[in-house]
C-alpha cells in the first residue's frame, strides 16, 4: 500500500530539533578525531526483525538535513511489510556526514516501525467487522505528527490531532459543566456547524441521555464490558457513530470489534509500542 507523504517542510524542524539536540555545541567531535576527511562509505539501515516499516521519510530528511550531497536510496517504503535482515535504506557519501545523522535517523525509524507493528497487529484482529482501530493524543510530546503518521503505515486510522480539531465532551467536561444534557445544550447553542461532536458515557443512562438531548455525532463508549458495549450499539441504532475507549489491548481487539462498534481507540499504539531494532551498518 502507498502512502501520502507529509511535506517534508512540516517534518524537518522537528528533526532538525533533534539533530541539534544530539550534536550538541561542537558537533560530532569522536567522528571528527577518528575518520580522515573526505572519507566516502555506503551505509545501510537494515531490519532486525520482522516488521511494518515506517519512519523512512524522517530518516532520509534527518541525512539530507546533515548533508544536502549524501544519496539517500529508500528500498522498503513506509507502511510496508519487511523481514528480519531486509535493506530498508543505502546512505552512501561523507562517512562523517552518515555517522553524525546515525542515531537520529535510527530513533525515529525503530520507534515509528514500533508504532506501525503494533499498529497492524491490532487491525488484524478485527478481520470480518466493520471497526476501525484508532490512535489518541497520548503521544510523545513533540512526535505526535510523525506517531500518528505511524499508525496510518500500520492501517488505523487517526483521532484528533490536537485539541482544537474537534468537540470531544469528557467525564470531566461533564463533571464540571453540570450534567450531559448541561453539555449537550450548550454545545448546540456555541459551536460552528463545522465542528464534529464527540461525547464520552461510561453508563447506558447516560447514553440514553445523548440520544434523547442530541447534537453529537459520535459517543465515546468508555470502559463498557462487552456486553454493555452490545447493549449500547443496539441503542444507539446507527443514531452516531460508536468509539469504544478504556483500557483496550491486543487481546480483546476482536472480541470487542464483534459488538458492532465503529472505532476501537486505544491510547497503547503510541504510548505502549516496543521500538523495533534497525541497525545501521557499514
Known amino acids: ?8 517542510l512540516i517534518l524537518e524542524p522537528m528533526i532538525r530539533n533533534a539533530l541539534l539536540e544530539d550534536l550538541g555545541s561542537y558537533g560530532d567531535v569522536t567522528t571528527r578525531a577518528v575518520i580522515p576527511t ?6 545501510a539501515i537494515n531490519a532486525r526483525a520482522d516488521a511494518i516499516v ?5 530518516a532520509e530528511i534527518t541525512f539530507r538535513l546533515v548533508d544536502p550531497t549524501l544519496e539517500v536510496i529508500t528500498h522498503i517504503r513506509d507502511g510496508e511489510p519487511c523481514k528480519k535482515g531486509d535493506r530498508l535504506m543505502t546512505i552512501r557519501g561523507s562517512a562523517a556526514s552518515i555517522l553524525s545523522g546515525e542515531r537520529v535517523a535510527l530513533n525515529y525509524a525503530g520507534r515509528l516501525t514500533g508504532i506501525a507493528t503494533m499498529t497492524a497487529s491490532f487491525v488484524a484482529e478485527t478481520k470480518g467487522t466493520n471497526a476501525r482501530v484508532t490512535c489518541t493524543r497520548k503521544t510523545t510530546p513533540n512526535m505526535r505528527l510523525v506517531e500518528k503518521l505511524a499508525v496510518l503505515h500500520g492501517g488505523g486510522f487517526n483521532h484528533r490531532y ?13 463533571a464540571a459543566a453540570g450534567g450531559v444534557r448541561q453539555v449537550l445544550e450548550a454545545t448546540k447553542a456555541h459551536a460552528s456547524h463545522m465542528m464534529a461532536v464527540e461525547i464520552e458515557v461510561d453508563r447506558l443512562d447516560q447514553l440514553a441521555e445523548v440520544l434523547e438531548v442530541g447534537g453529537a455525532s459520535v459517543v465515546l463508549l468508555d470502559n463498557m464490558d462487552n456486553d454493555m458495549l452490545r447493549e449500547a450499539v443496539k441503542m444507539v441504532n446507527g443514531a452516531m457513530k460508536t468509539e469504544a475507549s478504556g483500557n483496550v ?14 472505532y476501537i481507540s486505544s491510547g497503547a499504539l503510541t504510548h505502549s509500542a ?9
Open 162 to 174: 490536537s485539541l482544537s480539531d474537534a468537540i470531544l465532551i469528557k467525564d470531566n467536561h461533564i
Open 274 to 282: 516496543k521500538t523495533v531494532d534497525l541497525g545501521l551498518d557499514f
Open 249 to 262: 489491548k491486543l487481546d480483546r481487539i476482536a472480541s470487542i470489534s464483534a459488538t458492532g462498534v465503529d
Open 1 to 8: 500500500m502507498s502512502f501520502a507523504t507529509v511535506p517534508d
Open 38 to 43: 573526505g572519507t566516502t562509505y555506503d551505509a
Open 54 to 58: 515506517s519512519g523512512m521519510q524522517v
